[in-house]
């Protein structure tokens, strides 16, 4: 383990784990406090979830600004262990989405897998039928995620899944047009080369 750099409230390592496919993980810690009640104007709490906590998590939103933000990391990881319990693909649409930004020119900056994942748990609250995510229907529905990230992009909004008032996007509006070009990229090249992707 090494510790490259440390900003903010969270101390990010990355792990260099000898596959030279994924070289260098990164890991970041950061402090998390359980809210004692389910925050006002969130979305309700899911079923499968219920022993899993909102937190209130430090932030920098400016060079010298912190503050708190709730985070419902524990809620969501609580959703995926067991978003495919009907046998279906969910999990491996957000995989594919995750390699090829990895593998991807400019990565898709500024995104994060964290976006991804979020247009995924909208997706799976707007296609709630098992038969929507058969295994037959990974390659649709992975073309579904990615068209969802460009609509987003162009609009320059993304909610959060539990705050629907909470725009993911806020202050990255500059930033988007250089994404959606990357993510058009990837497009191309997905279908010209695939094999460009894959190596």
């Not at 419902?72 to 009907?86: G, H, L, T």
């Not at 909610?159 to 629907?164: E, I, N, V």
Request: hydrophobic share 40%; proline share 7%.
């Amino acid at each position: 383990m090494k510790r490259p750099w440390q900003g903010g409230p969270a101390v990010t390592f990355e792990f260099v784990s000898g596959d030279p496919e994924f070289l260098y993980i990164s890991i970041d810690l950061a402090i998390g406090i359980d809210l004692p009640h389910w925050p006002p104007g969130a979305r309700p709490r899911p079923a499968g979830a219920k022993s899993a906590k909102a937190q209130l998590v430090p932030k920098v939103k400016e060079e010298n600004s912190a503050f708190w933000q709730i985070s419902f990391a524990q809620v969501e990881k609580a959703i995926m262990e067991n978003i495919d319990s009907d046998g279906g693909c969910r999990k491996k649409v957000l995989q594919l989405a995750k390699y090829f930004k990895g593998k991807s020119v400019g990565r898709w900056h500024p995104l994060a897998s964290y976006h991804l994942k979020t247009i995924l748990l909208h997706m799976n609250d707007d296609m709630r039928h098992s038969k929507d995510w058969v295994q037959g229907m990974l390659v649709p529905r992975f073309k579904d995620l990615i068209d969802r990230l460009l609509k987003r992009l162009r609009a320059g909004i993304l909610y959060s899944f539990f705050m629907p008032t909470q725009n993911l996007f806020e202050g990255k509006q500059a930033e988007l047009p250089g994404a959606i070009v990357s993510v058009n990229d990837f497009l191309k090249t997905l279908r010209g080369n695939p094999q460009a992707l894959l190596q």
